[in-house]
């Protein structure tokens, strides 16, 4: 969730999420909080506010593996003789990717009846997740070949 457009509120605008299951939020729960408003100055009657939440989800994966490669080195060995020998290391790779999975608009109130400097106004809403939403996925996998890491969060 995000802030109030710049310039349209002025004043401050705090969001608070209530805290997630032990398993985190999966496709289909619902998110529950409100968002906190406090004006800087007052805003008349009849001027309408409305105020929008946005809710943006995104996917972020890191994955890191180990491959093992192989080479060839060249050396002037003991006799004098040029020698080639195939040689192996092991190389970490990392990948890194992210995109957005859900994106929502959430419509939180209409106010016509004005706002008053210095006050507290509380919008409490609920949202639904998609059902659609991939699942979160933790593995470690080991081999003697190959190490892979995934860490996938929403």
Not at 27 to 40: D, E, H, L, M, P
Not at 92 to 118: C, F, P, W
Not at 123 to 141: A, G, I, K, N
């Amino acid at each position: 969730m995000g802030n109030v457009v710049a310039g349209k509120f002025p004043g401050t605008v705090r969001l608070q999420v209530d805290p997630p299951p032990a398993e985190g939020y999966i496709a289909g729960q619902k998110i529950r909080g409100a968002v906190y408003c406090t004006s800087t100055k007052s805003l008349d009657a009849g001027v309408p506010l409305n105020v929008d939440a946005f809710l943006v989800g995104k996917e972020r994966s890191l994955v890191k593996y180990e491959e093992i490669e192989y080479y060839y080195e060249s050396f002037i060995n003991a006799e004098g003789r040029r020698v080639r020998e195939q040689r192996a290391r092991t190389v970490t790779r990392y990948r890194y990717a992210e995109r957005n999975v859900v994106a929502m608009a959430i419509h939180l109130a209409d106010i016509s009846t004005g706002v008053k400097q210095g006050v507290q106004y509380k919008f409490p809403f609920q949202v639904t997740l998609p059902q659609d939403l991939p699942s979160s996925m933790h593995c470690q996998e080991h081999s003697h070949v190959y190490r892979n890491y995934g860490h996938y969060d929403y």
